[in-house]
């Protein structure tokens, strides 16, 4: 069947994981989704303004730009990305039968596959963009290692418990968004947000190689630390991926299809509607800071939650799909996913070579008409897809991918 398990691999290239065609569509789009995103922080960095200060000549399409992303895709293909990354270690870590050999030996390899993606991530933050996620997912991945072999009733106790954890968090974000403005000046509030986002963008756009840098490591700090109140919610889609891989959505999805159209169905009812609210608020604040209040932030609390619905929505349409034989959306999307890691560190490359001051420096002329992105974007996805297709005619793995094995390797 079009969705089983296909060994992608030259005869000549050896210890290479079989790989679900669907699983790796899913996987290259999220990789796409993931640099919708990222991008605007190449021009703009990471302040509150994350799609920076809308021009007075912005245009209709400028607007719709920044609210389709916002609407679509802003917090929906990370908790993707990381849904899989948990469905990865399942996948890595062998069968439930196999020997305690293997398995210990699975687990071995897939925490030194994590310490290298910790020491990856740690130089890709600080070196070529501030907002890299492989140290986080890298350093949380050490906490779910041991369940690689776990029964499903276990890893549903710590599904269950983090959850929890994860929500009662929310509560208490939004506890504190109903009072965080309660003593500022809405026009020093405004003034401070423009301000920390023309910073950055000067810096990024117009600065020296050095004031770069800097920049760089100050939001790389900034972000890293921020991410330790996301710790909760990556280890609920970790153990997530994990689950799903041990009750077979994920492998078998045509035997779930009944979840699956419930995922679907929930996802769709209730995400949408939050994310259109999201994404109003989002065109609000970009357009005018000064209106940034206690609603902008008490929904932007709720963000992951209803972000992650749209997610779990995308996910179950593409799961869905894997049933019907659509080879076209296969042969074109899951190069991308089978090179998750190459191209994600790529477009960042991209990022800096053409929007900052030390490449091209186009981002200085996206702050005037941000909708330019949009061409940029389909180029670098075109880029993308096409070298993924031509290089994994030719070999097995991504060439981080294949560095990656050989360095996972050596601990066996």
Wanted: aromatic share 12%.
């Amino acid at each position: 069947m079009q969705q089983q398990a296909e060994l992608a691999m030259p005869a000549q290239e050896t210890d290479v994981p079989i790989r679900y065609a669907h699983i790796d569509v899913l996987r290259g789009i999220a990789v796409f989704g993931i640099l919708v995103v990222n991008i605007w922080s190449f021009v703009w960095g990471f302040g509150s303004l994350r799609y920076g200060v809308l021009p007075d000549q912005a245009t209709f399409v400028d607007k719709a730009a920044i609210f389709g992303i916002a609407f679509l895709a802003e917090q929906k293909f990370y908790p993707i990305f990381a849904f899989l990354f948990g469905a990865g270690l399942a996948l890595q870590g062998g069968p439930l039968e196999s020997g305690i050999g293997e398995r210990a030996l699975a687990q071995r390899r897939y925490r030194r596959r994590l310490a290298g993606l910790l020491g990856l991530g740690i130089i890709h933050g600080t070196l070529v963009w501030g907002g890299d996620i492989l140290t986080i997912y890298g350093s949380i991945g050490f906490l779910i290692v041991g369940l690689a072999g776990a029964q499903r009733k276990a890893i549903g106790i710590q599904l269950w418990n983090w959850t929890v954890v994860w929500l009662t968090l929310i509560a208490c974000n939004i506890a504190m968004a109903l009072t965080a403005y309660a003593d500022s000046d809405p026009y020093t509030l405004g003034a401070r947000l423009i301000g920390e986002a023309r910073s950055a963008h000067l810096a990024y756009a117009h600065g020296s190689p050095v004031r770069q840098f800097l920049q760089r490591l100050f939001d790389y700090a900034a972000v890293t630390m921020n991410s330790l109140f996301m710790v909760p919610h990556v280890l609920v889609l970790f153990l997530l991926g994990l689950y799903s891989v041990r009750a077979g959505w994920l492998t078998e999805p045509q035997r779930h299809a009944g979840l699956w159209r419930r995922v679907r169905l929930t996802g769709y009812a209730f995400g949408i509607p939050f994310n259109l609210l999201w994404a109003w608020v989002v065109l609000r604040e970009t357009s005018n800071p000064f209106d940034a209040n206690v609603f902008g932030l008490t929904v932007y609390s709720l963000l992951p939650l209803g972000g992650s619905l749209l997610a779990a929505a995308y996910v179950a349409t593409v799961m869905l799909a894997a049933g019907r034989r659509s080879t076209a959306q296969a042969s074109r999307l899951a190069p991308v996913g089978r090179m998750a890691l190459t191209n994600y560190l790529a477009q960042s490359a991209f990022g800096v070579l053409l929007l900052q001051a030390v490449g091209l420096g186009w981002g200085r002329h996206v702050a005037e008409a941000p909708a330019l992105l949009l061409p940029l974007l389909a180029l670098i996805m075109v880029c993308q897809t096409a070298f993924s297709r031509w290089w994994l005619s030719k070999h097995a793995q991504g060439p981080l991918e294949r560095l990656m094995a050989r360095y996972v390797r050596r601990s066996g």
